[in-house]
Structures are given as structure tokens and as C-alpha cells.
């Protein structure tokens, strides 16, 4: 089998790939822009591989799209290439329309060409794989409400985003269930919680307090730091990925979690704790947290059903919480070069959105 995944330089497209390249027999085809978050060094571990081929193309670039699809003959495509950042989101909402609403329509189209030129047999295992947010749904209540009844999202779940970057993976979501009703494009779908890991572009809230802590500058936490989030290790998402892509019943969605729910502020007095046994310092460096005003239409709690993907396709995440985030906090430790390297002068892990320096989820 022959997957082409677009934005796969990214941090969880490279997750994919590594996964594919070296726990399965399928090739690979990169497609991927190389923005300010792609990075190829993601990758140096399989480059060289033989089953692996990259391709440097935008995505709302049509008739490089179109050539990519003839000359490579991919079996599925599995769609992760988006601008990402809420706070970017904020200060620039129109790349964010560009390459998520018409970046996907372009591909959908020519995905749609490709498919009806394939012979049956192969026209019948065709599948096209979006991979999308659990922020399209919005938020859910959040105890400090007293709500008796938290609910979690389901893939049934009312679209209502809170963003410019929530609003256009919205329209995306929707672009691919239409593709898949009108023309019939095979079609599967799936809305994610919030990933961390290796390789995490340190503008993301987990790199950027582990690299600030390290360099003994500020913390700062978004309002009260109650703020929830359901985290999910991100090889724990490949994985999923690559079961719902291979065997997802198409025109169907599943919802992806990491079952960790945890506050904005636990998540950094954890990574202090761990930071404090490993590198310790004569204080803690919980001590270097500062709280600063919140980010506009900042939604409060995140999380999601994952029973769906369980009973169907058998997936459960296999990381918990503390064991993934002490493997992230060592993986930041051992990989300080890599660090430095993606960082350009363009992005000093200032804050994005809002005219203070402060945090990102």
C-alpha cells in the first residue's frame, strides 16, 4: 500500500511516517509545504529509507497536487497539512482560511479526479483520510460551573468553534463530508484531542514551558490556569490514524483521546516536578509561573469520547499521562540542538494573539 500524507513534516504528520516507515511495508509520499512549522529533521531518522518520498508542494497548489497524484499512484491519502496555532489564529486569520478551507478543497478535487480515472478494484480500496480537531465542537462545561452532568464530546457532538483556526477546520470537516455525499469520494474523518510529544514546534504549550523553564525565564499561564484539556500522546495518535485510515468504514467519523483530562496549570506544575527531579536548580521551578490575562474566546474544557474507535476498530492509547509527559520532558532534554534549530528569528517564543507575553495551549 502506498499512503500519501500531506503536512507530514509536521508534528504529527512525522509521527505518522515514522510509525508507517517503520512498523508497517507501506510507502510513504510527503507532501508538505515546509512552513515555519515543518521540518524535515523530523524525519533524518527514515529519509533515507527507500519506501519514503518527499514532495515539496502547497497544497492549494492544484496542478502540483494533480502531479503528485498521477506520478506517485497513492492507495490512500491521509490529510493532516493545516496552519494550527490559535494564537497565530488570532493575529493572521487569513492563512489559516487559505491553506485549511481552500488547501482541502483543492485536494478533495483533485483526490475526486484521481479516484475516478482508478480502475474498480482499486477505485473500491481508495480512501481519503481527513484529520481534523476535537476544537470544532467548542467547549464543554467545566466543574468549576457545578455543571452535575459533564458531558464529553461525541462524533455527534454540535459543530460550535470559538477561533478563526477552530472555525476553519470546521469548514474543512464539512467540505469532506460533502465531497463524500455529493461525488461519493470515499471519506473518513476524525477529530482529535490535544497531542504532545517529541518533535512539538515549541510555540505549543508543553515545549514552550519546558524550554522556558530550562532557560530560567517565565511561565506564564493563561488566566486562572483551570482551563482543560484532554492530552493524547502523539505516537498513541498515530497509531489511531493509521487504523481508522486502513480500516475505518468510510463516510464515518471517530473521535480520538487521550482519556487525560488535566488543567492548563497541572500540566505545568507537572513538567516542573520532573524538570525539578532531573535538572534540579536551588528552587523549584514552579516558581518561575506567572499567570497573565487569558486569551480571547478561550475555551474552557476539551474532552473527548473515544468509545467509538474502541469498540470499532479496537484502539485504546497505551500511553498514560505521566508516563508520555516524563518520555516528552526527557525527549526536550536529550534534543537541544534540535531545539535551537527550529527556532528562527522570527519566533522567540514571544506571545502570539495578544500584545503580552504568555502562554499557548
Same mark, same amino acid.
Given at each position: 500500500?502506498?499512503?500519501?500524507?500531506?503536512?507530514?513534516?509536521?508534528?504529527?504528520?512525522?509521527?505518522?511516517?515514522?510509525?508507517?516507515?517503520?512498523?508497517?511495508?507501506?510507502?510513504?509520499?510527503?507532501?508538505?509545504?515546509?512552513?515555519?512549522?515543518?521540518?524535515?529533521?523530523?524525519?533524518?531518522?527514515?529519509?533515507?529509507?527507500?519506501?519514503?518520498?518527499?514532495?515539496?508542494?502547497?497544497?492549494?497548489?492544484?496542478?502540483?497536487?494533480?502531479?503528485?497524484?498521477?506520478?506517485?499512484?497513492?492507495?490512500?491519502? %491521509?490529510? =493532516?497539512? @493545516?496552519?494550527?496555532?490559535?494564537?497565530?489564529? /488570532?493575529? &493572521?486569520? #487569513?492563512?489559516?482560511?487559505?491553506?485549511?478551507?481552500?488547501?482541502?478543497?483543492?485536494?478533495?478535487?483533485?483526490?475526486?479526479?484521481?479516484?475516478?480515472?482508478?480502475?474498480?478494484?482499486?477505485?473500491?480500496?481508495?480512501?481519503?483520510?481527513?484529520?481534523?480537531?476535537?476544537?470544532?465542537?467548542?467547549?464543554?462545561?467545566?466543574?468549576?460551573?457545578?455543571?452535575?452532568?459533564?458531558?464529553?464530546?461525541?462524533?455527534?457532538?454540535?459543530?460550535?468553534?470559538?477561533?478563526?483556526?477552530?472555525?476553519?477546520?470546521?469548514?474543512?470537516?464539512?467540505?469532506?463530508?460533502?465531497?463524500?455525499?455529493?461525488?461519493?469520494?470515499?471519506?473518513?474523518?476524525?477529530?482529535?484531542?490535544?497531542?504532545?510529544?517529541?518533535?512539538?514546534?515549541?510555540?505549543?504549550?508543553?515545549?514552550? %514551558?519546558? =524550554?522556558? @523553564?530550562?532557560?530560567?525565564?517565565?511561565?506564564? /499561564?493563561? &488566566?486562572? #490556569?483551570?482551563?482543560?484539556?484532554?492530552?493524547?500522546?502523539?505516537?498513541?495518535?498515530?497509531?489511531?490514524?493509521?487504523?481508522?485510515?486502513?480500516?475505518?468504514?468510510?463516510?464515518?467519523?471517530?473521535?480520538?483521546?487521550?482519556?487525560?483530562?488535566?488543567?492548563?496549570?497541572?500540566?505545568?506544575?507537572?513538567?516542573?516536578?520532573?524538570?525539578?527531579?532531573?535538572?534540579?536548580?536551588?528552587?523549584?521551578?514552579?516558581?518561575?509561573?506567572?499567570?497573565?490575562?487569558?486569551?480571547?474566546?478561550?475555551?474552557?474544557?476539551?474532552?473527548?469520547?473515544?468509545?467509538?474507535?474502541?469498540?470499532?476498530?479496537?484502539?485504546?492509547?497505551?500511553?498514560?499521562?505521566?508516563?508520555?509527559?516524563?518520555?516528552?520532558?526527557?525527549?526536550?532534554?536529550?534534543?537541544?540542538?534540535?531545539?535551537?534549530?527550529?527556532?528562527?528569528?522570527?519566533?522567540?517564543?514571544?506571545?502570539?494573539?495578544?500584545?503580552?507575553?504568555?502562554?499557548?495551549?
Amino acid at each position: 500500500m502506498k499512503i500519501l500524507i500531506t503536512g507530514g513534516a509536521g508534528f504529527i504528520g512525522s509521527a505518522v511516517i515514522r510509525h508507517l516507515i517503520n512498523d508497517t511495508n507501506y510507502s510513504v509520499i510527503n507532501v508538505d509545504k515546509l512552513t515555519y512549522a515543518g521540518n524535515l529533521e523530523s524525519l533524518s531518522s527514515i529519509s533515507d529509507n527507500r519506501r519514503y518520498k518527499f514532495e515539496q508542494v502547497d497544497i492549494c497548489d492544484a496542478n502540483e497536487i494533480k502531479r503528485v497524484f498521477e506520478q506517485q499512484q497513492p492507495d490512500v491519502v %491521509m490529510h =493532516l497539512a @493545516a496552519e494550527s496555532h490559535v494564537d497565530r489564529s /488570532i493575529d &493572521g486569520p #487569513g492563512e489559516f482560511m487559505q491553506t485549511n478551507i481552500i488547501g482541502t478543497y483543492t485536494l478533495l478535487e483533485q483526490a475526486r479526479a484521481y479516484w475516478r480515472k482508478l480502475p474498480e478494484a482499486k477505485k473500491q480500496t481508495f480512501k481519503f483520510h481527513h484529520i481534523s480537531t476535537d476544537e470544532v465542537y467548542g467547549d464543554l462545561p467545566h466543574p468549576d460551573t457545578h455543571d452535575s452532568e459533564l458531558s464529553l464530546f461525541t462524533e455527534t457532538t454540535a459543530y460550535k468553534p470559538s477561533s478563526p483556526y477552530s472555525a476553519s477546520k470546521a469548514s474543512s470537516d464539512h467540505l469532506v463530508r460533502v465531497w463524500h455525499r455529493t461525488y461519493g469520494l470515499p471519506t473518513v474523518l476524525t477529530n482529535c484531542s490535544n497531542n504532545y510529544g517529541p518533535y512539538h514546534f515549541p510555540e505549543k504549550l508543553i515545549p514552550l %514551558m519546558i =524550554l522556558n @523553564a530550562l532557560d530560567g525565564k517565565p511561565l506564564p /499561564i493563561y &488566566g486562572k #490556569g483551570n482551563q482543560i484539556r484532554d492530552w493524547l500522546f502523539v505516537d498513541d495518535h498515530a497509531r489511531a490514524l493509521l487504523k481508522v485510515a486502513t480500516e475505518g468504514s468510510v463516510g464515518e467519523t471517530y473521535n480520538i483521546g487521550g482519556h487525560n483530562e488535566k488543567q492548563n496549570i497541572e500540566v505545568v506544575t507537572t513538567i516542573c516536578d520532573i524538570l525539578d527531579e532531573l535538572v534540579p536548580n536551588s528552587t523549584s521551578y514552579q516558581e518561575l509561573i506567572t499567570y497573565v490575562e487569558d486569551r480571547p474566546g478561550h475555551d474552557m474544557r476539551y474532552a473527548i469520547d473515544s468509545t467509538k474507535i474502541k469498540n470499532e476498530l479496537g484502539w485504546v492509547p497505551e500511553e498514560t499521562f505521566e508516563s508520555g509527559i516524563r518520555k516528552t520532558v526527557q525527549w526536550y532534554l536529550d534534543n537541544q540542538q534540535w531545539c535551537k534549530r527550529v527556532q528562527d528569528g522570527s519566533y522567540q517564543r514571544e506571545r502570539l494573539g495578544n500584545s503580552e507575553a504568555g502562554e499557548s495551549a
